[in-house]
């Protein structure tokens, strides 16, 4: 089994920065994509930025030009550097990563870290 553990979450102020954390563990052959989700009350859970392992990138409008994704992968981990934060970021930030499992090289499944709290307010 898979499992993604993601960090960095918090409260900050309006124009602050955060960046977030998700590290993928288990019997992983390779991740094809990770990418960052995310949830504000009484929304649908969104794309915020995803990044394939040929290095495409694709953001959400919304976050374009304030936020980057990278990747270690060697660690299979990415993260969200995001800056310029603005109040209606606020929401709950979900990991989320396309793995190929050792165990089924032929197939690729989708994994879901526990989700992070992002709270932007003064």
């Known amino acids: 089994q898979v499992q993604l553990v993601e960090s960095g979450g918090g409260l900050v102020q309006p124009g602050g920065s955060l960046r977030l954390s998700c590290t993928a563990s288990g019997n992983i052959f390779r991740i094809p994509i990770m990418a960052w989700y995310r949830q504000a009350p009484e929304k649908e859970r969104e794309l915020v930025a995803s990044?394939?392992?040929?290095?495409?990138?694709n953001y959400a409008d919304s976050v374009k030009g304030r936020f980057t994704i990278s990747r270690d992968f060697a660690k299979h981990t990415v993260y969200l550097q995001m800056d310029s934060l603005k109040s209606e970021d606020t929401a709950v930030y979900y990991c989320n990563a396309g793995v190929v499992e050792r165990r089924a090289v032929w197939s690729q499944e989708p994994f879901w870290g526990q989700g992070t709290q992002v709270t932007v307010s003064l």
């Open positions: 990044l394939a392992d040929d290095g495409n990138r």
